[in-house]
T-cell receptor, first 114, second 117 residues
Framework: KNEVEQSPQNLTAQEGEFITINCSYSVGISALHWLQQHPGGGIVSLFMLSSGKKKHGRLIATINIQEKHSSLHITASHPRDSAVYICAVRSYLTGGTSYGKLTFGQGTILTVHP | EAGVAQSPRYKIIEKRQSVAFWCNPISGHATLYWYQQILGQGPKLLIQFQNNGVVDDSQLPKDRFSAERLKGVDSTLKIQPAKLEDSAVYLC???????????????FGPGTRLLVL
């Protein structure tokens, strides 16, 4: 079982729809990241969360530390939102005194049709 | 502010050949990462540098991969000899440093797409 699991793997939506991408993880973490990757490889950091909720424009990210789960929501989706969305977590090393590597989920491929 | 620069953008080689990738991080960023992203998967950390020291290279296949960051700025990643399964995008990222809570923002380069034939 991967440390970071995303669902769905593929998501197709019509323009204007509300979209949710989920991320579950199995280790204790210090922070969770949501990243966006466009065709051609460029990756952009969208959010960094350690608790609660963050909003930026039409994007909202939430995290529930107790349930080890995070969601990324896109309101009023647009074709330019089409990309791969990647969840990544930074785990604690043993003892919780320093920080482990960033572990990535496999990504969710989002396609928004006009 | 200039972003993370990588070169080359694309490389095609035959198996058993050698290849090297170069990364120039954002000025002032102490931490530099190399990731391997195989098609359809998320990035996998190969090596993390803090200035010119290695923080984590536990997932670097050291029999064929090597990386250095001699002056704590630019970095090179080398594969020698390459195998078919090394075909992937190699991403470089940099960050200022980990905060006290372990939070940081990583800035990614455009990647080098490697095809091994």
């Amino acid at each position: 079982k991967n440390e970071v699991e995303q669902s769905p793997q593929n998501l197709t939506a019509q323009e204007g729809e509300f979209i949710t991408i989920n991320c579950s993880y199995s280790v204790g973490i210090s922070a969770l990241h949501w990243l966006q990757q466009h065709p051609g490889g460029g990756i952009v950091s969208l959010f960094m969360l350690s608790s609660g909720k963050k909003k930026h424009g039409r994007l909202i990210a939430t995290i529930n530390i107790q349930e080890k789960h995070s969601s990324l929501h896109i309101t009023a989706s647009h074709p330019r939102d089409s990309a791969v969305y990647i969840c990544a977590v930074r785990s604690y090393l043993t003892g919780g005194t320093s920080y482990g590597k960033l572990t990535f989920g496999q990504g969710t491929i989002l396609t928004v049709h006009p | 502010e200039a972003g993370v620069a990588q070169s080359p953008r694309y490389k095609i080689i035959e198996k058993r050949q050698s290849v090297a990738f170069w990364c120039n991080p954002i000025s002032g960023h102490a931490t530099l990462y190399w990731y391997q992203q195989i098609l359809g998967q998320g990035p996998k950390l190969l090596i993390q540098f803090q200035n010119n020291g290695v923080v984590d290279d536990s997932q670097l296949p050291k029999d064929r991969f090597s990386a250095e960051r001699l002056k704590g700025v630019d970095s090179t990643l080398k594969i020698q000899p390459a195998k078919l399964e090394d075909s992937a995008v190699y991403l470089c990222a940099s960050s200022l440093a980990l905060g006290a809570s372990g939070e940081e923002t990583q800035y990614f380069g455009p990647g080098t797409r490697l095809l091994v034939l």
